[in-house]
């Protein structure tokens, strides 16, 4: 059998650059040639070519079939465009021998409920330890699925004792490639811009993907915000597939600029408070350890600058609040084969695969070095969380029966699906205090996922408070704040759901929660006499609604609320479908619409009401299937896009029409009845689509289009001479009255008293309000209003970015939604207290008229990550509700 010998000779030679070298390189390793290559398989050297998804899967089914008692493939989901997602594990011959009883005693340590200390020592002292090596999440990040196959290669084929030992004690699983639509779409946009050599420069469009580039999945969502809400099919399955194995160190492998190094852990202030003291320690190994191996091998690094463990909905967050050690990897990318870096260095695809290769490694060493403190580390975490839960201020929510079930029963399954323990009463209770009906939900928190409920579910989770006065300090000398992602992330606030904090655990009869997100809905006196009523006010009803307009049934929707003789109240905005506007099957139709839609549906024998409208009343719509075209493509931010596309195809089922900015400049528009603009990124709208396309767009609200605008692409509806919207963008708030030098040499004597007067005179005179990184912002809603049909008196929107717009004057328009008062404001999380002065009672929803059709903006996104589902009820009113107020000839 021959072997290939790498020693310490070859790190002597220089191991900076792995450019022209065998991939991977380590000490003293024995490669057995009977362990396949990547060369070998796929017919190029490793880290010589960027791989295909297609082509990983080769690789590691190859090794699968090749060495069964030492590698497992595991397929644990689906992209949204068909391609596998699958993790392998590898280990010694006995331990992947008995992996299902290791998995099995994993999830005994898990549930320290159902065992005593006794019985977790035994445990602990049979298992080896497990890491989970997670790469390119993001798509175009492209050197950690390669180093997944050089980390495979090295474990299987490597004859040195010093992986045996690794492998004896330790299982380690690679789930190669979270993204492969997204790494899809990059490898071959990639080698589309190849000629004859690849080029270094960064202006080359080697480095310049064109848009959406591949950092997002098929429906461009950033996977890397996505474990609050499991949105994503991709996210849905890893999180399974975690809670069958429950890793106890988790690396998140990424790229960042090409020009920053290598970074690694201990991450950056701020902590989530509900780290615990022994996981930090732990990172802090981990780190120490990486440091040790990249000084070995002479390669740069650094900790705790960027990259915070505060936001939860990271994939090197969320494991941590399952007990687990969690951490980000970051390597300078090459974004192709090569890239010249700053400083003149040519920084290769192949010194990214080599690097994270070696991050790996000494990974593995420590969770090898370090398992029995871990796997105790483990146990006594979700130990103590109960005891936690037991005894703490807050042992129980309870998320009142009520308005919105269809919210109620998708937020109770997400939260089943992140491995907590809901319950849904079946009889009335009270808890402290207070009285509730069958059907409430509730979540006791004396449960291993304590500190997970906590973050999901707090209206806040605080941030240290001397990280804030430093961030006040950089603020007061222009530097930017270092909060690096939103400060709030609120599920109930999200929801928009009532819940209440108990302190006292809820002893009442329930039946589990399940992850069926949809639970079938039902009708109620089927045959009627007139037809039947969709109270509106949910995504059930927003789905039933979706549907039967696309099978061809006449629906009416209510502006205003009513009382029908059966002695029921609707909401403004309830269907109304009677028998005589549709076919003989309309009774088959509606009961399959109410199972699969959820909705509640009841059947009338007749058409009065006692209060309100009539149903032939002009306060009551037709509803109209609307051909919904949005426009997509630079300057278009792919994130506002991609949520707002998905907000209606997967969570409504209702089709959308993508439009580049080219087309959309003359494009004939009269086939479309509603038009969306999400948000912009690079560039502006009114340089994409110029005079000619807004004056397109006009014509089309003109004639009777419905045109909404989604956070600053309101600044598009605000351009020119005759705007289509009559608001402002507005400058950051001065205090004091006085004038700055113009172009004069000198200006009269000024007195500055104070350090606050000092600060003033720094901020430029038309400076924009200062950048909120995210918080939960409180809205006040008109009730009046078509737009508002269903909608509550006060919703939460997630508030990011710095756009504060004027309210319309009443000759203009309506200020459908606006911002709740400055004491008010804040519903989670952190703002700066100027922002919030600034803001309070700024519109969030404005609607205006505009020839025949309605421009409605959005002043912040009620899309954002798709998450924020209280809000989702306002887009879709805009989008089918806004198309039956405008009036274009039919």
């Not at 080769?58 to 949204?80: D, M």
């Not at 699958?86 to 009883?101: K, M, P, T, W």
């Not at 849904?424 to 808890?431: N, P, R, Y």
């Not at 040499?745 to 990184?773: C, F, H, N, R």
Request: glycine share 8%.
């Amino acid at each position: 059998m021959t072997l290939i010998k790498i020693s310490a000779l070859a790190m002597a030679m220089g191991l900076c650059s792995v450019a022209s070298q065998a991939v991977p390189v380590f000490p003293d390793s024995d490669y057995n040639q009977a362990v396949a290559s990547v060369e070998q398989v796929l017919g190029y050297p490793l880290a010589s070519r960027i791989s295909e998804p297609a082509a990983i899967k080769q690789y590691f089914e190859q090794l699968a079939q090749a060495h069964p008692n030492r590698i497992k493939l595991v397929p644990y989901a689906q992209s949204w465009q068909g391609r596998p997602l699958f993790y392998v594990v590898i280990g010694s011959e006995q331990n992947i021998g008995r992996l299902a009883d290791i998995q099995q005693q994993m999830q005994q340590l898990a549930n320290p409920q159902r065992i005593d200390d006794r019985q977790a020592k035994q445990i602990i002292d049979q298992l080896p330890a497990s890491v989970w090596i997670a790469n390119t999440l993001h798509g175009n990040e492209i050197s950690p699925a390669e180093s997944s196959m050089a980390l495979a290669y090295h474990l299987l084929a490597d004859q040195s004792p010093q992986t045996a030992k690794l492998l004896e004690n330790t299982l380690v699983y690679i789930d190669p490639l979270q993204n492969p639509d997204g790494h899809s779409r990059f490898v071959s946009r990639y080698y589309a811009t190849v000629g004859l050599a690849h080029s270094p420069d960064r202006l080359s469009a080697e480095h310049n993907e064109p848009w959406p580039n591949g950092r997002t999945n098929h429906y461009l969502f950033d996977m890397n915000r996505d474990w609050i809400s499991l949105t994503q099919p991709e996210t849905r399955g890893r999180v399974k597939a975690l809670q069958q194995v429950y890793p106890l160190v988790f690396v998140d492998s990424h790229e960042m600029g090409g020009d920053m190094g290598y970074y690694f852990s201990p991450e950056a202030e701020p902590y989530n408070p509900h780290i615990q003291a022994n996981q930090r320690q732990s990172l802090q190994w981990l780190g120490e350890n990486n440091a040790r191996w990249f000084d070995k091998f002479g390669y740069d690094y650094f900790t705790r600058e960027i990259f915070d463990a505060f936001y939860p909905g990271y994939g090197a967050s969320w494991p941590l609040y399952q007990g687990s050690i969690a951490m980000t990897y970051e390597m300078a990318s090459a974004r192709g084969h090569q890239y010249r870096k700053a400083d003149g260095e040519i920084l290769t695809f192949a010194d990214g695969v080599q690097r994270n290769f070696v991050a790996f490694m000494s990974t593995i060493e420590t969770a090898s070095q370090r398992a029995p403190e871990l796997l105790n580390n483990f146990y006594q975490y979700r130990k103590d969380a109960i005891a936690q839960g037991s005894s703490g201020s807050v042992r129980s929510y309870i998320f009142p029966a009520g308005r919105d079930s269809a919210g109620l029963s998708k937020l109770g399954a997400i939260l089943t699906e992140h491995g907590i323990t809901v319950g849904k009463t079946t009889e009335a209770f009270k808890a402290c205090g207070e009285s509730y009906q069958a059907g409430s939900y509730v979540i006791n928190t004396n449960q291993p996922t304590y500190h997970l409920i906590r973050t999901l579910l707090d209206d806040t989770v605080p941030m240290d408070k001397e990280f804030i006065v430093k961030q006040e300090q950089r603020r007061a000398n222009n530097l930017p704040d270092q909060i690096y992602d939103v400060t709030a992330w609120s599920l109930p606030l999200m929801y928009n759901l009532p819940v209440v904090s108990c302190n006292r655990a809820v002893n009442v009869a329930t039946t589990a929660v399940t992850t069926e997100r949809v639970l079938a809905g039902s009708v109620s006196n089927p045959q009627p006499g007139y037809g039947y009523i969709v109270p509106w006010g949910d995504m059930a009803a927003a789905r039933f609604a979706s549907a039967a307009l696309q099978q061809g049934i006449k629906l009416k929707s209510s502006d205003l609320p009513f009382t029908h003789q059966n002695g029921k109240r609707y909401p403004a905005g309830s269907l109304i479908i009677s028998k005589a506007d549709n076919g003989a099957e309309l009774m088959t139709q509606v009961q399959q619409l109410a199972t699969h839609s959820g909705a509640s549906v009841t059947g009338v024998d007749s058409s009065w009401v006692t209060d309100g409208p009539n149903f032939g009343s002009f306060n009551v719509k037709t509803l109209h299937k609307p051909n919904i075209a949005m426009l997509w493509d630079e300057p278009t931010n792919p994130l506002s896009a991609g949520s707002a596309r998905f907000v209606l195809e997967r969570n409504l089922n209702y089709p959308v029409t993508a439009i580049r900015p080219a087309q959309l400049r003359g494009a004939d528009l009269s086939h479309y009845q509603v038009l969306v603009l999400p948000a912009s990124s690079r560039g502006s709208y009114q340089q994409a689509l110029g005079n000619t396309g807004l004056a397109n767009l006009r014509s089309f609200v003109e004639r009777g289009g419905v045109l909404i605008a989604l956070g600053n692409a309101t600044d598009l509806l605000l351009a020119g001479d005759t705007p289509l919207l009559s608001s402002k963008r507005e400058y950051k708030v001065r205090d004091g009255d006085e004038k700055k030098a113009g172009k004069e040499m000198k200006v009269a004597g000024s007195v500055i008293k104070t350090p606050e007067d000092y600060q003033q005179w720094l901020v430029p005179e038309k400076a924009d309000p200062d950048w909120v990184p995210g918080f939960l912002a409180r809205a006040d809603v008109d009730q009046q209003h078509w737009l508002t049909a269903g909608v509550p008196e006060t919703v939460n929107s997630i508030y990011v970015g710095n756009q504060v717009y004027q309210p319309l004057t009443i000759a203009d328009g309506r200020n459908v939604v606006s911002f709740a008062p400055a004491e008010q404001l804040l519903a989670g999380g952190f703002v700066w207290d100027e922002n919030r002065q600034q803001i309070a009672h700024k519109p969030l929803v404005m609607v205006q008229g505009v020839g025949r059709g309605q421009v409605i903006s959005f002043t912040q996104e009620p899309n954002f990550r798709a998450y924020v589902d209280g809000m989702h009820l306002l887009y879709i009113n805009a989008v089918f509700r806004g198309a039956a107020h405008a009036n274009p000839l039919r």
